[in-house]
């Protein structure tokens, strides 16, 4: 079976239920939707430094980049493959139409900043260095002290040191990775092979107990369809990332992230 992207309606439900939480969180403060958004994406080394020994995270490659806004020193971030600079205000920010990613990036950063500003969400500044490994660790520990060690990992959207770690502690044979780029797409990694998050979806998700879901997919426009699946196939889902700063708090959706900042 096919995985077949979700229409635009469907792609937008989930943004449009962002946008009017923060609405209702700040109708009462009309001067905050004039503060200045000013959004501008990351260099390599700005968002990860050196996370030793990968070379292969998407930002190392240069597929995506890390967008991040600034709201009065507040910061947000999100991954793009659309990353761009941008100002204006709040209001506009949040009022953006969310037909592009490029759009969607700015609204989901500045989103993640704002939720750090009303102290409706924390860690929304990627880790670096080292960070990203210990995190894939701490994830890997977190779910086997939840679940044991015998279940099945789906992972949505290929990252190294979460992949390296689940295969660590569940073995290659129960972690299964799905990936959009067509250059990752039948690479073995860690001992396995990275299926075609376009049709492979089903596959995984009837293979799996957990399903581990990078936050691009907010941006990309795929996480209602994943949800959806993964729903109907009983797969207990989790959000990873900064791009997932705050949306999984309104959505209702656990996230994992143990080392960002």
């Given amino acids: ?9 469907e792609q937008l439900n989930l943004l449009t239920a962002i946008r009017k939480k923060l609405l209702a969180e700040i109708v009462n403060r ?3 939707l004039m503060q200045i958004v000013h959004i501008e994406p990351l ?3 700005e968002a990860i ?6 070379k292969d995270f998407a930002l190392q490659r240069g597929e995506e980049r890390l967008t991040e806004a600034t709201i009065i020193g507040f910061k947000g971030q999100a991954f793009t493959s659309y990353p761009c600079r941008w100002r204006g205000t709040l209001d506009e920010a949040l009022n953006l139409s969310l037909d592009s990613e490029k759009n969607r990036a700015i609204f989901v950063a500045t989103a993640n900043a704002l939720g750090r500003l009303l102290n409706l969400c924390d860690r929304t500044i990627h880790c670096k260095d080292q960070g990203p490994d210990k995190c894939g660790r701490e994830m890997a520990e977190y779910i086997a002290s939840q679940f044991g060690s015998e279940i099945n990992i789906g992972i949505i959207g290929y990252q190294p040191a979460i992949v390296k770690h689940m295969v660590n502690f569940f073995g290659n044979d129960r972690v299964f990775v799905t990936d959009l780029n067509p250059d990752n797409i039948g690479n073995e990694v860690f001992g396995v092979k990275i299926l075609n998050g376009s049709s492979c979806l089903v596959e995984l998700a009837k293979n799996c107990h957990i399903g581990l879901i990078t ?5 990309n426009g795929t996480l209602n369809e994943i949800l959806d699946v993964f729903k109907e196939y009983g797969v207990k889902p989790y959000i990873y990332g900064t791009t997932a700063a705050l949306p999984p708090k309104i959505l209702g959706i656990e996230r994992l992230c143990f080392e960002a900042i």
């Fill in 49 to 54: 430094g050196d996370p030793a020994p990968y």
């Fill in 1 to 9: 079976m096919t995985f077949k992207p979700a229409n635009k309606d």
């Fill in 43 to 45: 260099g390599v080394k």
């Fill in 215 to 219: 936050g691009s997919t907010l941006i």
């Fill in 30 to 32: 009309p001067n905050l």
